[in-house]
């Protein structure tokens, strides 16, 4: 029943290494969206993507891209994962559009060492 | 540009006291604004929303007006709960930008 799952829930890593963390949406939207929130709890869009457009917030570093094999998932993959990179990440989604509003998923907690 | 200013916390109340959180916006276009709670270890989950100028959007004793004039959208509880404890956060969508822009988001406790 869950509407934006995302896995895994907590995710301990060495720096250098390489992860990906997976986000699935049962709700037939066609835009999904990747956030990191910082421990302040500050939101940063990172990526929002449809069938049509990837748009990349300029600062993210390209250690960091999405992948969707298809309009239900966009995972999100990241190199040479850094201390900075420490967070938790979010998945959400919504129709195109955004008079609906985003459904989020329960969050990925990165913990790199 | 689009952006979200709202009041910074934390903010500590008591028990059935009346909550406020501010929040203003910046945007092109006609945006759909919200506001999401989340609560310890969760992710974020819509409280309210309105998509148009004098909506107001209403949920568990939680409201908040679309004020164009005012370009704001605050939140406001006539009375606390100590299960209201979570971070708040206001949000707009626009379509000239295509995602959700958040602010900082407000940190609430209610103590009993």
């Known amino acids: 029943d869950t509407a934006v799952s995302q896995t895994p829930k907590y995710l301990v890593t060495q720096m250098g290494n390489d992860k990906s963390i997976k986000c699935e949406q049962n709700?037939?939207?066609?835009?999904m969206y990747w956030y990191k929130q910082d421990s302040k709890k500050f939101l940063k869009i990172m990526f929002s993507?449809?069938?049509?457009?990837?748009?990349i917030n300029e600062t993210v570093p390209n250690r960091f891209s999405p992948k969707s094999p298809d309009k239900a998932h966009l995972n999100l993959h990241i190199n040479s994962l850094e201390l900075g990179d420490s967070a938790v990440y979010f998945c959400?989604?919504?129709?195109?559009?955004?008079?609906?509003?985003?459904?989020f998923g329960q969050g990925t907690r990165l913990t790199v060492v | 540009g689009n952006s979200v200013t709202q009041m910074e916390g934390p903010v500590t109340l008591s028990e059935e006291a009346f909550l406020t959180i501010n929040c203003t916006y910046t945007?092109?276009?006609?945006?759909?604004l919200f506001w999401y709670v989340q609560y310890p270890g969760e992710g974020l989950q819509l409280l309210l929303k309105?998509?148009?100028?004098?909506d107001k959007g209403s949920n568990k004793g939680f409201e908040a007006t679309y004020r164009k004039e005012t370009t704001s959208f605050h939140l406001e509880k006539g009375s606390v709960q100590v299960s209201d404890s979570a971070v708040y956060f206001c949000?707009?969508?626009?379509?000239?930008?295509?995602?959700?822009?958040f602010g900082t988001g407000t940190s609430l406790t209610v103590i009993p």
């Open positions: 309105a998509t148009k100028a004098d």
């Open positions: 709700l037939g939207h066609d835009t």
């Open positions: 993507y449809n069938n049509k457009e990837l748009i």
């Open positions: 945007a092109t276009g006609y945006p759909s």
């Open positions: 959400a989604s919504s129709h195109e559009g955004g008079r609906t509003e985003a459904f």
């Open positions: 949000a707009l969508y626009s379509n000239t930008g295509n995602q959700f822009y």
